[in-house]
């Protein structure tokens, strides 16, 4: 089984509000992403957890916080977004989290969050 | 910085003719090399990936993609295409077993009957 879910399907928030977008997986891997893909582009990696541990933020605004409860949840938590941030948000994991070689690198994808920020 | 070219935004094909994808990959040392394919409204979905063993890897719905080390380049292809292989084809690579997959700009197939 490969499968990661990504709940929920869609979400429509306001600036003001604080939401949250969850992710799973249960194939033991190690490293866990966020991604961000505007319409008609390659995704963008946000974050990514390593054993559980924060291990690259590629500069991400401070509005957008992930959070990875254990090692088979991901969460990501908004406040205060721009409508500029209304995109499809995309978790994926992989097998290998560095300390081990497992994989070649592939990494899993979800079916994404639809974010619509008003 | 490694880069990854796709050649083609949209490549349009007839339904039973040749898929070619074209990927290029600028590393001094053969990176992790892999195809995403990603259908409308869905997420990405593992096409392939490249293992040493092998220049000619084999993937899922009848895809494969070729690694020419003196060329850097992993095309994909498909001998036969199908009305259901209309999607965007994303080649990445990654320079390590995890971490950040660097994409390509996409591809957008289009099938005509």
């Known amino acids: 089984d490969t499968e990661v879910t990504q709940t929920p399907k869609h979400l429509v928030m306001g600036m003001t509000n604080k939401k949250s977008l969850k992710c799973e997986q249960h194939?033991?891997?190690?490293?866990m992403y966020w991604y961000k893909q505007k319409a008609k582009k390659p995704p963008e990696l946000m974050f990514v957890?390593?054993?559980?541990?924060?291990?690259i933020n590629e500069s991400v605004p401070s509005r957008f916080s992930p959070e990875c409860p254990n090692s088979s949840l991901l969460n990501l938590h908004l406040h205060a977004l721009q409508p500029e941030d209304s995109a499809l948000y995309l978790c994926?994991?992989?097998?290998?989290?560095?300390?081990?070689?497992?994989?070649?690198?592939?990494?899993?994808f979800g079916p994404g969050t639809r974010l619509t920020v008003t | 910085a490694q880069s990854v070219t796709q050649l083609g935004s949209h490549v349009s094909v007839s339904e039973g003719a040749l898929v070619l994808l074209r990927c290029n990959y600028s590393s001094s040392v053969p990176p992790y090399l892999f195809w995403y394919v990603q259908y409308p409204n869905q997420g990405l979905q593992l096409l392939l990936k490249y293992t040493s063993a092998a220049t000619l890897v084999k993937g899922i719905n009848g895809f494969e993609a070729e690694f020419k080390k003196s060329e850097t380049s992993f095309h994909l292809t498909k001998p036969s295409a199908h009305m259901s292989d209309a999607a965007e084809y994303f080649c990445?690579?990654?320079?390590?077993?995890?971490?950040?997959?660097?994409f390509g700009a996409g591809t957008q197939v289009v099938v005509t009957p």
């Open positions: 994926a994991s992989s097998p290998s989290g560095g300390r081990s070689r497992r994989g070649l690198g592939e990494q899993y």
């Open positions: 957890y390593s054993y559980e541990k924060l291990s």
């Open positions: 194939m033991g891997h190690r490293a």
């Open positions: 990445a690579v990654s320079q390590r077993s995890w971490g950040k997959l660097q």
